[in-house]
C-alpha cells in the first residue's frame, strides 16, 4: 500500500502562483504520480502526470502554466502553478499508479490522496 498526502493548498489571487506537494509513504521510484482536481459540481479532471523516467504528461488546458516535478529522494511530487485563474479553483488530488491510459488517466491509478484545496480568488 501506497499512502499520498497532498500539502501547500490554499487561497490566492487570480495571476498569482502556488506549489502543491504529494508526499508518499514508500518509494515512488517505479511509479507513475499524477495530479488530478475536481471544482465543485464538475467532473475529475486530469492535471498532469509524470513517469519513473520523468516524462511528463500534462492537459492542454494548464499546459505552460503548471508543471510537475518530482523527487525520488524525498518520495515527493510537486505541481507548480503560475498564472492562476478562477477557474483553476478545486480540489487537488495527487494519484498513483504503473499504467497510463491516454484516453483515461485515471483508470491506471492504484492510489490516492485525500486532496488539498486551491481556490483562486479575483
Known amino acids: 500500500q501506497v499512502q499520498l498526502v497532498e500539502s501547500g493548498g490554499g487561497l490566492v489571487q487570480a495571476g498569482g502562483s502556488l506549489r502543491v506537494s504529494c508526499t508518499a509513504s514508500?518509494?515512488?521510484?517505479?511509479?507513475?504520480v499524477a495530479w488530478f482536481r475536481q471544482a465543485t459540481g464538475k467532473d475529475r479532471e486530469f492535471v498532469a502526470a509524470?513517469?519513473?523516467?520523468?516524462?511528463?504528461t500534462t492537459n492542454s488546458d494548464v499546459e505552460g502554466r503548471f508543471t510537475i516535478s518530482r523527487d525520488n529522494a524525498k518520495n515527493t511530487v510537486d505541481l507548480q502553478m503560475h498564472s492562476l485563474k478562477p477557474e483553476d479553483t478545486a480540489v487537488y488530488y495527487c494519484?498513483?499508479?504503473?499504467?497510463?491510459?491516454?484516453?483515461?488517466?485515471?483508470?491506471?491509478?492504484?492510489?490516492w490522496g485525500k486532496g488539498t484545496l486551491v481556490t483562486v480568488s479575483l
Open positions: 494519484a498513483a499508479g504503473t499504467l497510463y491510459h491516454p484516453s483515461s488517466p485515471a483508470r491506471g491509478m492504484n492510489y
Open positions: 509524470i513517469n519513473w523516467a520523468d516524462t511528463t
Open positions: 514508500t518509494s515512488i521510484r517505479r511509479l507513475l
